[in-house]
């Protein structure tokens, strides 16, 4: 059995890494409730899923040139102090997000363009948090931190959405983005707290974006790195159907804010029971592969989400497919962290997190567009689709990503 269970050891080994899971557990407690709530107030005043999407995509490029200045600077400066501000800032967004929710007429241009610079400020903070968690833990430890660090993101995608399911049918809209900006108070106070985390300042002379080429340069001359990022990409663009959440809430299942965080929460249910197992994962050795097959079966589980329109079913299929994205999560960073030097990791990080954040955000368009034209379901179905198409394809032009022990 302890074979099984995840190895709790890297808590013990490094305080910062300890810290940095702390403050995580409250900020995406809080990043999931506003998950829920964007779109939820988006749909509210406009009845449409293409809307819902299309806020999803006017976010994309604040949050990837958020991501991309703050991988130039974590390969510059002190990486403690960058976390800081863009706690600070993360915070400041959702306070004035709940001063917008709770004013008697919404606008929904503040609305995006708030949740526009929430974006761009979790995107300046992701590449530097990803890029610490290595130097603070051995190699041996990686597959150990990544997973004990899915178990927190987990708790918080279940908790995250349940608690904004009871905040929007008891409280009020405005009570969603308070309690993000206070764990956001909460993530800039835990890393206070760590010790210093160097960069490798590295050509601190040359300019921002000149640092920013040279690291898609890297990028474009890493083949493994490209292969991760197209793995996440096929599974989150078109397997990702969050955007038609509130429809199926609201018009598939018959239900309210509680039916619609009980879906959003489903992925997370059946991550945090994997994660709790992960053990084995420290024993795969063909990670690419088992990388291609788990987002098989997350393809297939969002097809059959689309076919049965059934809650309990729906709730079943999505707790499969975040178990399967919960091992294709740990295994990817893992795989790229191992794969690249540290002279880039800030940097290589940040186009990591835009793909990582900003597939979904693809997938929020892509699906709510489908639906504009077509229907909830047929989007779903085909989404399902195209992504198990998505992976055959991967295999076939990557095949070292396949048969490789990477």
């Given at each position: 059995m302890p074979r099984l269970l995840v190895d709790w050891s890297p808590l013990r080994h490094s305080r910062n890494f300890r810290l940095l899971v702390i403050g995580q557990l409250f900020s995406l407690l809080g990043s999931n409730v506003t998950m829920v709530?964007?779109?939820?107030?988006?749909?509210?005043?406009?009845h449409s899923s293409l809307w819902v999407g299309l806020a999803s995509l006017i976010q994309l490029p604040f949050l990837i040139a958020g991501s991309l200045w703050g991988g130039a600077y974590g390969d510059r400066f002190e990486r403690r102090t960058l976390l800081v501000v863009g706690s600070i800032i993360a915070a400041a967004a959702s306070g004035v997000l709940a001063l917008n929710a709770a004013l008697s007429q919404h606008d929904l241009v503040v609305l995006i363009a708030l949740a526009a610079l929430a974006a761009a400020a979790g995107g300046f903070s992701g590449p530097v948090r990803q890029a610490a968690m290595p130097t603070m833990l051995r190699d041996d430890q990686l597959v150990s931190a990544y997973s004990l660090y899915q178990i927190v993101v987990n708790v918080s995608i279940v908790a995250g959405p349940s608690l904004a399911g009871v905040l929007l049918a008891s409280v009020s809209l405005s009570s969603c983005y308070l309690v993000d900006a206070l764990t956001f108070v909460a993530l800039a106070g835990a890393t206070f707290m760590m010790t210093p985390i160097s960069s490798p300042r590295t050509n601190n002379s040359h300019a921002l974006f000149r640092a920013i080429l040279e690291g898609f340069g890297y990028v474009r001359r890493h083949a493994v790195a490209q292969a991760v990022y197209l793995a996440d990409l096929n599974a989150n663009v078109f397997?990702?159907?969050?955007?038609?959440?509130?429809?199926?809430?609201?018009t598939v299942y018959h239900g309210g804010p509680r039916t619609l965080g009980l879906l959003y929460a489903a992925p997370g249910i059946g991550a945090l029971l994997l994660a709790t197992f992960a053990g084995w994962i420290n024993r795969v050795t063909r990670r690419g592969r088992t990388v291609l097959l788990v987002i098989v079966v997350w393809g297939a589980a969002m097809t059959a989400l689309g076919v049965v329109h059934v809650l309990w079913f729906a709730v079943i299929v999505l707790a499969v497919a975040g178990a399967m994205d919960m091992v294709s999560a740990v295994l990817r960073a893992t795989i790229l962290q191992l794969a690249i030097t540290d002279e880039f990791r800030s940097r290589v990080s940040a186009i990591q997190m835009a793909v990582v954040t900003g597939g979904p955000r693809l997938g929020d368009a892509e699906s709510g567009v489908v639906a504009g034209f077509t229907s909830t379901e047929f989007s779903i179905v085909s989404g399902g689709?195209?992504?198990?198409?998505?992976?055959?394809?991967l295999a076939w032009r990557r095949p070292s990503f396949w048969s490789a022990p990477v």
């Open positions: 709530a964007v779109p939820y107030q988006v749909y509210r005043e406009t397997g990702l159907p969050r955007a038609l959440f509130p429809a199926l809430a609201l689709l195209a992504c198990l198409v998505g992976v055959g394809l």
